[in-house]
């Protein structure tokens, strides 16, 4: 019964899907035929009619071109109105790509979610059979249809998939959702470790792995497809760093070489890298950046901002670190980012990922700005809110915007019975930060203040465990008094160490994604770790 449920979710989204939308899935259905995905376009300079690059096990290139048939089948007009000529290209232009080295004429496939009309097919063969005649045999169209991409998605959905009724549901609530408002992050998140990280998921060898993690994947574009279609960039960017969270924990979870989960990172990092260039476009096109009543919604507008101003950073310094040119996407982020560094705000602690990926993002676009006065100023609000003489309203990582900001300001006493007084989650982050840029006297003037606020973070009992949504159970709450009197060099050595743990050393090979995730998960925010990504993002220490 669940196995014909889920079978026809599958149906209805390959029958509703966007070109875009069923793009990431493909490539995640691709990777567990084996086939190690090189590229994977954006939609914008389209190269060549090659959306998808792989190499099959056996070493030959694969170039896919995909493509909708929005009333379900591809009419022999519509072939002719221009796919015929984009076709055409897919077989007869060479792949050119950095990562293709062999001298052999690619496979070619047109791919599509319906069907192809019998005159469409026996085009094809026509062309086919022309360019045999003429001594072409490596020039061949193949094609993908809908029952095949079904067959392929079913398959990963029955060996993979989660099969317990409160699992299917979370997809189905998940598949059905308006997709306009934010995502529910721990339904996403606990659907997709059911598939890889629980106690009955062990994969037997890097094979099984990597199809594992591929299909959490499919399951990941399904569960954003509204989400997708509402084109609400920031809930399918959370989702998405929801997966990044689940392959770094599979990969700590079964001490994996980095060859069966690397691809599965870099095929979400592509899919989360285009959906903030697209955030950063849809804001460029709504600057006004108010959502709904202007009067009523105006309160959030500082922690949309907040949020909005992260994703930049992590955008800006992402493209960094691959060396591309300052463009006209960057300087727009710049200019965002350095006007509204006023106006961000730490409504609660889950927001400190937020605020320091801005710090990171404005230290490496605009420095002269001072991002460190920004940290000095989030030190002092949380000495001021929940410091001794303070009311301990600034809530810990656990609670999410609408009720961290409800209750900082009073305007939510019901059921308030936790007071954050003396204790901080990200007190000792941002200490690691401003320590790390050598501010001694700020530290000095401050750290009567700092010495009476605890120091807390949620000590998992296994590494792998960060990347788990909640752990109640296997691990324990941390809470660390600082000193009276402190040594400026003892507290400049405690934060100039980099952990050597396995964690620390993914947060430093793919810091930007780490950040991601820690964005969605603030929870899991440690000094450590920023000490780490502090290192790997801004090169020092």
């Given at each position: 019964m669940k196995n014909t449920v889920l079978e026809?979710?599958?149906?209805d989204w390959l029958t509703k899907t966007t070109e875009r939308a069923f793009q990431a899935p493909f490539c995640q259905m691709?990777?567990?035929?084996?086939?190690?995905?090189?590229h994977s376009t954006r939609h914008s300079a389209m190269e060549l009619g090659k959306d998808i690059i792989s190499i099959a096990p056996g070493g030959k290139v694969h170039a896919y071109q995909l493509k909708t048939a929005p009333r379900g089948r591809l009419s022999l007009r519509e072939w002719r109105a221009g796919l015929q000529q984009q076709a055409f290209d897919l077989v007869t232009s060479a792949v050119r790509h950095p990562s293709i080295t062999s001298k052999r004429h690619h496979r070619s496939f047109f791919v599509i979610n319906g069907e192809i009309d019998e005159e469409v097919a026996e085009d094809i063969s026509r062309q086919n059979e022309a360019w045999a005649r003429n001594q072409l045999p490596a020039y061949r169209l193949e094609t993908i249809v809908r029952g095949e991409l079904a067959g392929m998605a079913t398959k990963l959905q029955a060996a993979f998939w989660p099969e317990e009724l409160a699992d299917v549901n979370a997809l189905l609530e998940l598949y059905l959702d308006s997709g306009r408002g934010q995502l529910p992050k721990e339904k996403v998140a606990r659907l997709l470790e059911a598939t890889t990280l629980a106690e009955a998921t062990v994969p037997r060898g890097n094979a099984e792995c990597l199809r594992q993690l591929s299909s959490a994947g499919v399951l990941c574009a399904l569960s954003m497809t509204r989400f997708s279609h509402a084109e609400n960039h920031l809930a399918e960017i959370e989702g998405w760093s929801c997966y990044l969270a689940v392959v770094m924990g599979a990969a700590l979870k079964y001490k994996l070489p980095e060859r069966p989960w690397r691809s599965s990172v870099d095929l979400a990092s592509t899919i989360v890298a285009g959906l903030l260039e697209d955030l950063v476009r849809d804001v460029e096109a709504h600057p006004k950046m108010v959502v709904g009543n202007p009067l009523s919604d105006h309160p959030m507008r500082a922690v949309r901002l907040t949020h909005l101003v992260a994703m930049f950073s992590a955008l800006w310094l992402w493209r960094r670190s691959l060396t591309l040119p300052v463009?006209?996407?960057?300087?727009?982020?710049?200019?965002f980012c350095t006007a509204h560094r006023t106006e961000l705000f730490l409504w609660?602690?889950?927001?400190?990922?937020?605020?320091?990926?801005a710090y990171w993002g404005l230290r490496s676009m605009a420095p002269q700005v001072r991002p460190d006065e920004m940290v000095l100023a989030h030190m002092d609000w949380i000495i001021r809110v929940n410091g001794r003489n303070g009311?301990?309203?600034?809530?810990?990582?656990?609670y999410n915007a609408e009720e961290a900001y409800g209750r900082l300001f009073g305007f939510e006493e019901e059921g308030l019975v936790e007071s954050f007084r003396c204790r901080s989650h990200s007190l000792e982050s941002f200490l690691a930060i401003v320590t790390r840029e050598n501010l001694k006297q700020a530290v000095r003037l401050r750290w009567r203040d700092i010495s009476h606020i605890m120091f807390a973070h949620f000590q998992t009992a296994k590494p792998w465990q960060e990347a788990l949504w909640r752990n109640a159970k296997r691990g324990?709450?941390?809470l660390r008094m600082p000193k009276e009197r402190q040594s400026w060099n003892e507290l400049r050595q405690l934060y100039d160490f980099t952990e050597k743990s396995a964690v620390a050393r993914l947060v430093i090979q793919f810091p930007i994604q780490w950040l991601l995730v820690l964005m969605v998960y603030p929870h899991r925010l440690r000094a450590a770790t920023t000490v780490a990504l502090d290192r790997a993002i801004m090169h020092s220490g």
């Open positions: 026809r979710v599958i149906d691709l990777a567990a035929r084996g086939e190690t995905i090189v463009e006209a996407l960057d300087e727009f982020i710049r200019e609660g602690e889950a927001a400190a990922p937020q605020l320091l990926a009311p301990g309203r600034l809530l810990s990582p656990y324990k709450l941390v």
